[in-house]
């Protein structure tokens, strides 16, 4: 009994300490990133909140399981000392497949440009990257 | 003596499964993050072996435990058609202090300056941003 109890323990502390993933991003590597990226310019706004709650849930649900996760980032300032913000917003969607991707957003796409309004006055530059480490 | 062992299997599978981390993203909320982005052009170059093996393991070796993770990811395409490839690569720190950052970034701006001809000829943008989902 005791030594079937002290298996048990074993196993499953085994399984408990597997699931620790101490470099998240080692979980990302080989992906492909959609970012979607509001550049700043004196007059140009965003709204954050419209962005978080509606638009990217909505982009979101249109991807399925070939979307991995999707983050979003508020633009602070510039890393160089006396340069203006790059960017506004980023939000990235982190997918399997590229093709597929473009498949599940094709169909949405005048949906998608027509939500752009709602919540700024910028065209998002748009970058497709692997991702390698 | 059974009743011990299901009561142990029952919070060791708890643990087990309190570990998975279906939207790894979670995780960043908050976190800050600095961008190096470095701008595709025509006659632009970038080493993505030297950038992986020794610019960026030498840049998150000044920043101690600030750094959370850094990442790096290669330019594919831009995402919008008929537009050109918009960065040729990006590395990312992610950081719990901006201002830890610059200051082990500070006295080390040269060296790391000296570094850019090693594996690229154009000079990054740089967002800092702050992680909101």
Same mark, same amino acid.
């Given at each position: 009994?005791?030594?079937?109890?002290?298996?048990?323990?074993?196993?499953?502390?085994?399984?408990?300490?597997?699931?620790?993933?101490?470099?998240?991003? &080692?979980?990302?590597?080989?992906? *492909? %990133?959609?970012?979607?990226? @509001?550049?700043? /310019?004196? !007059?140009?706004?965003?709204?954050?909140?419209?962005?978080?709650?509606?638009?990217?849930?909505?982009?979101?649900?249109?991807?399925?399981?070939?979307?991995?996760?999707?983050?979003?980032?508020?633009?602070?300032?510039?890393?160089?000392?006396?340069?203006?913000?790059?960017?506004? &917003?980023?939000?990235?969607?982190? *997918? %399997?497949?590229?093709?597929? @991707?473009?498949? /599940?957003? !094709?169909?949405?796409?005048?949906?998608?440009?027509?939500?752009?309004?709602?919540?700024?006055?910028?065209?998002?530059?748009?970058?497709?990257?692997?991702?390698?480490?």
């Amino acid at each position: 009994m005791k030594l079937l109890l002290s298996f048990f323990l074993l196993t499953t502390s085994l399984v408990a300490f597997s699931q620790e993933k101490p470099n998240a991003g &080692a979980a990302e590597k080989g992906l *492909i %990133k959609v970012s979607v990226m @509001y550049p700043y /310019a004196e !007059g140009k706004t965003f709204n954050m909140e419209y962005y978080e709650t509606k638009h990217m849930p909505m982009v979101a649900g249109y991807l399925g399981s070939n979307l991995v996760k999707y983050t979003i980032e508020k633009g602070l300032a510039s890393g160089i000392p006396n340069q203006p913000l790059p960017f506004m &917003a980023i939000g990235t969607f982190y *997918i %399997k497949s590229l093709s597929e @991707y473009q498949a /599940a957003i !094709g169909p949405n796409r005048d949906a998608i440009r027509a939500d752009f309004q709602n919540y700024t006055n910028v065209s998002p530059v748009i970058l497709v990257s692997e991702v390698v480490k």
